[in-house]
């Protein structure tokens, strides 16, 4: 059973800072790892989606890395934002049209 | 452009009473959905997913059950509503039969709570 964990639970940080969130799972056979954002109350949005034969992926001041054999990932925030403040939570999925996800890292930005 | 909807985004409902959550897609066509419940303290639990209309896979044994009558709507229901039913539920799409490229997107959710 594949198990999905976030490190650390709860992040807080001086506005600017650089940041990674670390995301492992125990099941290397993967077909790809996605990261989200939630913000309180909300749904989930999508932010980086990883495949399975992909090292990193990149969008804006957003970087995700992938290391399959250790079952590793982890999420790079540059020069970090108030609004930035949000819950991220990383999923993989290792059988056709499932996800297990992380119970995620609470990460609020200091103006 | 694809968008999501679902609905209502609260709901109190007491022990007993029956349920139902709908959830619409627009801008896709045949996209995957699923039902997650988010329960305080706790990841997200993968409830039901199809591929197609009338293609329900259930992945937890509860008193829930969904149903997808068209091609863009998938429908969470329950005929008694019990206590540990509260949670935060969310309706997602993506396209295609797997993940693969296509990353999963999430509605707003709706709050249930039971009394």
């Known amino acids: 059973k594949q198990e999905v964990t976030q490190i650390p639970a709860a992040l807080s940080v001086p506005e600017g800072e650089n940041l990674v969130l670390n995301c492992s799972f125990t099941?290397?056979?993967?077909?790809?790892l996605q990261w989200f954002r939630q913000d309180p109350g909300k749904g989930l949005t999508s932010l980086l989606l990883?495949?399975?034969?992909?090292r990193e992926q990149t969008s804006g001041r957003l970087n995700a890395s992938l290391d399959k054999s250790s079952g590793r990932s982890t999420l790079y925030i540059a020069a970090s934002q108030p609004g930035d403040s949000a819950t991220y939570l990383c999923?993989?999925?290792?059988?056709?049209?499932?996800?297990?996800f992380g119970e995620g890292t609470q990460l609020t930005v200091n103006p | 452009s694809q968008t999501i909807h679902q609905w209502p985004a609260t709901l109190v409902q007491p022990v007993g009473s029956p349920l139902s959550l709908e959830c619409t897609v627009e801008?896709?066509?045949?996209?995957?959905l699923y039902w997650y419940r988010q329960a305080a303290g706790r990841g997200l639990q993968l409830l039901f997913y199809?591929?197609?209309?009338?293609?329900i896979s259930s992945e937890v044994p509860q008193n829930l059950s969904a149903s997808r009558p068209q091609d863009r709507q998938f429908i969470l229901s329950s005929k008694k509503l019990l206590l540990s039913d509260s949670g935060f539920y969310l309706c997602?799409?993506?396209?295609?039969?797997?993940?693969?490229?296509?990353?999963?997107?999430f509605g707003n959710g709706t709050r249930l709570t039971v009394t």
């Open positions: 999923a993989v999925e290792t059988s056709g049209s499932r996800l297990t």
């Open positions: 990883i495949q399975s034969s992909q």
């Open positions: 099941d290397s056979a993967i077909y790809n």
């Open positions: 801008g896709t066509s045949n996209p995957n």
């Open positions: 997602a799409w993506s396209e295609g039969a797997f993940f693969d490229d296509s990353p999963l997107h």
């Open positions: 199809s591929v197609g209309i009338g293609q």
